[in-house]
């Protein structure tokens, strides 16, 4: 038995089959590239996180407060709860709180600048964040006189 063998070459059909492999392939690597950029987005950028985080403490410490006052500059508030005094303010790139004035806990990170203001029976917190964000909320102050 003998097997002939001939010199197809490379057919335009050849040509055709790879090239409709190559546009499989290439319309994947699109969808894998928007897919990446929407869970990048969602899960890898936690400034939207932090600052609703930091927007539920807020809320928390300035409920029932006994006073209220802005530090010069709009740099921070002085607040009394509880019977404790406790200071939030922009210091650098972060928001910080202090009781009592010693130490303190950082509330947010990544800021590039800061003011908060009390308007009456309100703080307004107004934050630009390193990557360019900005966010402004306005809590209400519940002052209680004990």
Known sequence: MRYVLTNRGYTLVDAIIQLVVLL????????YYVWFNQ???NFVLTEEIE?????LDMESYLSSVTTLEEQEDRT???FTKDGQE???ECSSTVIRKQKFRLGHEIMLTGIK????????DQV????EFSNGGKEVRTFEVFVSTQ
């Open 24 to 31: 499989l392939f290439s319309q994947l690597l699109m969808f």
């Open 39 to 41: 869970i990048e987005n």
């Open 51 to 55: 600052w609703e985080m930091f927007a």
């Open 76 to 78: 921070g508030i002085r």
């Open 86 to 88: 406790f200071d939030i």
């Open 113 to 120: 600048l800061c003011k908060l203001e009390v308007l009456q």
């Open 124 to 127: 307004v917190v107004q934050v």
